[in-house]
């Protein structure tokens, strides 16, 4: 059955637009090529930048047990890859391809230069010790990418016109999506690099407000630690498993709900007698400064809503909105009764902590007026669990 090559490149195109690793990308047009044009075998060497040189990345077909691909590099200023740059803005031999029989006929023809056809003969050379009979640069503007080499046909009919052309095409798309998915990659890894500055500095600011309010040191960690286990038994108990942008959200929120003491004067903070009803409103605005300090930061949407909103309560009492119910996004519910779990069971500097079990016991019977119901049940399955 005749192959469709107009359909195959048009449905290897849009393949490619869906890989964004390099190297997967390659395994996929190589096997491709070896199972639609019914060659022997395929091979790839791709440009390594750590090396130097271009690897042997993917080898489908016959030669797979002949060549140990993880190997084999060839330099960067082999004759091989001389041969293919000095022809990068010109056709070899009237195509963008080398046929070794093609070459072969136009080195016994005589016809070249001595220095043209030394280079020829061990370009020849080298295509021979990888049996392959079509050898395809990759190009990007003016850099060469890679290297493809084809075997012979199963049949053992020369290449046809039609054949060459659809690899010809199918090498110049995978070029660009070579580039593409370098460049994809590269973004993630920058992404992830700051990612991690931007944990590390979260952590940072954490350690800020803890260095502030002395009595208060550890807590952020632990209402982080606690906030994660509630969340994932909320998961596990409602069948409502979180995605990982939710829980990095609470993370990132736990960290930071106490972010706007940093601007409450530490003497309230620290104070050991009763507050009077101006010191309690001072301390009850650190939500809201922590929103102001957080809100130029836009990767800070998702965790701004635990921040701002962990001391709202279930019957509209809290603050600084008086949400009601299921109005307080479940973020900040979490947060709120790992934060009052927290604070009830550490020395604070106007009382001592309470026993375990009395926080427990206040915790339940707070719940629907202060506390989500969903949450405070979570809560307390863990405790009974032995998991807090």
Same mark, same amino acid.
């Not at 060659?39 to 040189?53: P, V």
């Not at 960690?221 to 286990?229: F, G, W």
């Not at 701002?308 to 996004?329: S, T």
């Not at 604070?348 to 915790?363: C, D, F, Q």
């Given at each position: 059955m005749a192959i469709d090559y107009k359909k195959e490149l048009e449905r290897a195109a849009r393949n490619m637009i869906l890989v964004h690793d390099p190297d997967s990308l390659i395994r996929m047009i190589v096997r491709m090529i070896v199972s639609k044009a019914k060659i022997t075998h395929a091979s790839f060497f791709l440009y390594d930048k750590e090396k130097q040189g271009y690897l042997l990345k993917v080898s489908r077909g016959s030669l797979v047990k002949k060549v140990p691909w993880d190997l084999i590099c060839i330099d960067k200023d082999d004759v091989l890859i001389r041969f293919f740059k000095e022809h990068q803005s010109s056709l070899i031999f009237g195509r963008e391809a080398l046929l070794y029989t093609q070459? $072969? +006929?136009t080195l016994k023809s005589a016809e070249l230069k001595k220095g043209a056809a030394q280079q020829l003969e061990q370009v020849l050379y080298q295509m021979e010790l990888l049996q392959a009979h079509v050898c395809i640069p990759s190009y990007f503007r003016d850099q060469l990418l890679g290297l493809l080499f084809l075997g012979r046909k199963n /049949?053992?009919? #020369?290449?046809? !016109? $039609? $054949? @060459? !052309?659809f690899f010809i095409a199918l090498n &110049? /798309? %995978?070029?660009m999506a070579i580039r593409n998915a370098r460049l994809f990659k590269e973004l993630e890894s920058e992404l992830e690099h700051k990612h991690q500055l931007f944990v590390r500095t979260t952590i940072a600011l954490a350690a800020a407000i803890e260095a502030k309010d002395h009595y208060t040191h550890g807590? +952020?960690?632990? %209402? +982080? /630690? @606690?906030s994660i286990e509630i969340a994932k038994g909320i998961g596990h108990r409602f069948k409502n498993n979180f995605d990982e942008k939710f829980l990095e959200n609470l993370h990132i929120a736990s960290l930071l709900h106490d972010i706007g003491k940093i601007g409450?004067? $530490?003497h309230i903070l620290n #104070?050991? &007698? !009763?507050?009077t009803v101006g010191e309690r409103n001072r301390i009850k605005e650190h939500p809201m400064i922590g929103v102001n300090i957080l809100r130029p930061i836009k990767e800070l949407e998702g965790p701004m809503l635990g921040i701002k909103y962990h001391h709202e309560r279930f019957d509209g009492q809290g603050y600084p909105e008086g949400l009601k119910g299921q109005q307080i996004p479940l973020i900040a519910s979490i947060i709120s009764v790992a934060d009052s779990f927290d604070a009830m069971s550490t020395d604070r500097p106007y009382r001592l902590a309470l026993e375990k079990k009395a926080v427990i016991n206040e915790i339940s019977s707070l719940s629907g007026r202060q506390f989500c119901p969903r949450v405070t049940d979570t809560f307390l399955e863990l405790c009974r669990e032995g998991k807090i």
């Amino acid at each position: 059955m005749a192959i469709d090559y107009k359909k195959e490149l048009e449905r290897a195109a849009r393949n490619m637009i869906l890989v964004h690793d390099p190297d997967s990308l390659i395994r996929m047009i190589v096997r491709m090529i070896v199972s639609k044009a019914k060659i022997t075998h395929a091979s790839f060497f791709l440009y390594d930048k750590e090396k130097q040189g271009y690897l042997l990345k993917v080898s489908r077909g016959s030669l797979v047990k002949k060549v140990p691909w993880d190997l084999i590099c060839i330099d960067k200023d082999d004759v091989l890859i001389r041969f293919f740059k000095e022809h990068q803005s010109s056709l070899i031999f009237g195509r963008e391809a080398l046929l070794y029989t093609q070459a $072969e +006929t136009t080195l016994k023809s005589a016809e070249l230069k001595k220095g043209a056809a030394q280079q020829l003969e061990q370009v020849l050379y080298q295509m021979e010790l990888l049996q392959a009979h079509v050898c395809i640069p990759s190009y990007f503007r003016d850099q060469l990418l890679g290297l493809l080499f084809l075997g012979r046909k199963n /049949n053992g009919r #020369k290449f046809i !016109d $039609e $054949e @060459l !052309d659809f690899f010809i095409a199918l090498n &110049s /798309n %995978v070029a660009m999506a070579i580039r593409n998915a370098r460049l994809f990659k590269e973004l993630e890894s920058e992404l992830e690099h700051k990612h991690q500055l931007f944990v590390r500095t979260t952590i940072a600011l954490a350690a800020a407000i803890e260095a502030k309010d002395h009595y208060t040191h550890g807590h +952020t960690t632990r %209402v +982080t /630690n @606690l906030s994660i286990e509630i969340a994932k038994g909320i998961g596990h108990r409602f069948k409502n498993n979180f995605d990982e942008k939710f829980l990095e959200n609470l993370h990132i929120a736990s960290l930071l709900h106490d972010i706007g003491k940093i601007g409450v004067p $530490e003497h309230i903070l620290n #104070k050991r &007698s !009763d507050l009077t009803v101006g010191e309690r409103n001072r301390i009850k605005e650190h939500p809201m400064i922590g929103v102001n300090i957080l809100r130029p930061i836009k990767e800070l949407e998702g965790p701004m809503l635990g921040i701002k909103y962990h001391h709202e309560r279930f019957d509209g009492q809290g603050y600084p909105e008086g949400l009601k119910g299921q109005q307080i996004p479940l973020i900040a519910s979490i947060i709120s009764v790992a934060d009052s779990f927290d604070a009830m069971s550490t020395d604070r500097p106007y009382r001592l902590a309470l026993e375990k079990k009395a926080v427990i016991n206040e915790i339940s019977s707070l719940s629907g007026r202060q506390f989500c119901p969903r949450v405070t049940d979570t809560f307390l399955e863990l405790c009974r669990e032995g998991k807090i």
